[in-house]
């Protein structure tokens, strides 16, 4: 079984009913977006794409942060209600960021995968960039903030490793929607043991 963890080159293609390569023909416009989506930049790298499709989504997080709350700054008043919580519209935004990336990430690898002619191919890392964003929901700005970001990563990680239920059997889904599926709940999974990490650290700090 090829190793998603690895590039496409130190993995041999494994054709299969459904994701068949399209006869040579040129590649579209689409067929661009869909691999600069799927690969978020990093899908090429020979050493690890996964794991750099992961910093790719804290990368996303921390931007998101920054521009979240300058937005917020901007243009709220200065005794505006928004101001007292920023960071639960933070939450908000990421969620929405979350599905977006979801959807599209669907579509995107979709069209990888049929340009490929393999079953989630290894440059596919967008999968990876929605799990690590699931796995940072926890994090608390009261919390130690580097110290939970370090978690939900080395966490999704292991996560996406290990593939704990039900996430191995949603591989098996068609097409992008099993590439995106199983790091979903890959992420959920870490989200979870995040938030247990940063309950604990509280009760001992306070």
């Known amino acids: 079984m090829p190793v998603k963890e690895s590039s496409d080159e130190f993995n041999p293609p494994a054709h299969r009913p459904g ?3 399209t006869a040579r023909k040129p590649r579209s416009a689409k067929d661009y ?9 990093v899908g090429y790298l020979p050493i690890a794409p996964g794991t750099w499709g992961s910093l790719v989504g804290v990368g996303l997080y921390l931007l998101l942060q920054v521009l979240t709350f300058r937005f917020i700054r901007m243009l709220t ?10 960071w639960s519209i933070f939450i908000a935004v990421e969620l929405i960021v979350i599905a977006v990336v979801s959807l599209v990430g669907i579509w995107a690898a979709t069209r990888t995968e049929k ?17 690590q964003l699931i796995a940072l929901l926890p994090v608390l700005p009261f919390a130690p903030e580097w110290l939970s970001i370090v978690a939900a990563f080395l966490l999704f990680r292991l996560f996406d ?6 996430a191995r059997r949603m591989e098996n889904l068609e097409s992008g929607l099993g590439i995106m599926s199983d790091d979903l709940v890959a992420g959920a999974y870490a989200a979870v043991v995040t938030s247990v ?3 604990i650290n509280l ?3 306070n």
């Not at 977006?33 to 930049?41: D, K, N, P």
């Not at 005794?79 to 920023?86: H, R």
């Not at 340009?115 to 799990?131: C, F, M, Q, S």
């Not at 490793?161 to 039900?166: A, L, S």
């Open 203 to 205: 009760i001992i700090i």
């Open 77 to 86: 008043r200065p005794n505006s209600v928004l101001l007292f919580s920023p």
């Open 19 to 21: 994701a068949v390569a």
């Open 115 to 131: 340009l490929a002619g393999r079953k989630d191919p290894g440059k596919v890392v967008i999968d990876e960039v929605a799990g």
């Open 161 to 166: 490793i290990v593939k704990p239920y039900p």
């Open 33 to 41: 977006l869909a691999l600069a989506i799927a690969t978020c930049g």
């Open 197 to 199: 990490i940063i309950a």
